[in-house]
Structure formats: structure tokens, C-alpha cells
């Protein structure tokens, strides 16, 4: 079998350098994945390959951010009344 050439790190292996990800085996779930969602992913990310376009997109919502620890924790609730300015 022919060895498969890798222009630059792996998304994997970018995350494990950047300390995001331990080096450990991979899993291997089995997953339904919408099609639109999966393919407007993969133009976002710019990635053609499912296995890498979910990865990325696990390793990316794994990531601490503020917004995403605020929204979690915050007890905050808009009133029912709400309406978006538009």
C-alpha cells in the first residue's frame, strides 16, 4: 500500500500540537449526520473530507469560549414580550 502524502499537519494532529486534544487512539462512532448541515460545514471549514469536517467541527464547539460559558451558566432569560430589532 502506497503511503499517503499529508500537505501540512492533519486537523488532528494540529489540535494534539496546539494542546487541545490528548494523543490517544481514535473512536469510531457511527453518527447521522444531515446532509445540508455536513455540507454547509464543510464549505465553512473548508474541508471536503467528512471524518475531518466532523472532527473540526467537534474540536472547534470542545473549545472554551466565554459566549459559550456564559450561555451555559448565565440564569439570564430574555422576556416574553422580546422582539429582534430588524
Not at 494523543?23 to 457511527?30: D, G, Q, V
Not at 454547509?40 to 473548508?46: I, N, P, R, V, Y
Not at 469536517?53 to 459566549?67: R, Y
Amino acid at each position: 500500500m502506497a503511503e499517503r502524502k499529508v500537505h501540512g499537519p492533519t486537523v488532528r494532529n494540529a489540535r494534539i500540537a496546539a494542546g487541545a486534544l490528548a494523543a490517544a487512539c481514535s473512536r469510531n462512532p457511527s453518527v447521522r449526520v444531515n446532509p445540508d448541515v455536513l455540507a454547509a460545514a464543510s464549505k465553512c471549514l473548508g474541508r471536503e473530507n467528512p471524518a475531518d469536517v466532523v472532527n473540526t467541527s467537534l474540536a472547534l464547539a470542545a473549545k472554551p469560549e466565554s459566549f459559550k460559558t456564559w450561555l451555559a451558566e448565565t440564569e439570564d432569560r430574555l422576556p416574553d414580550n422580546f422582539e429582534l430589532a430588524v
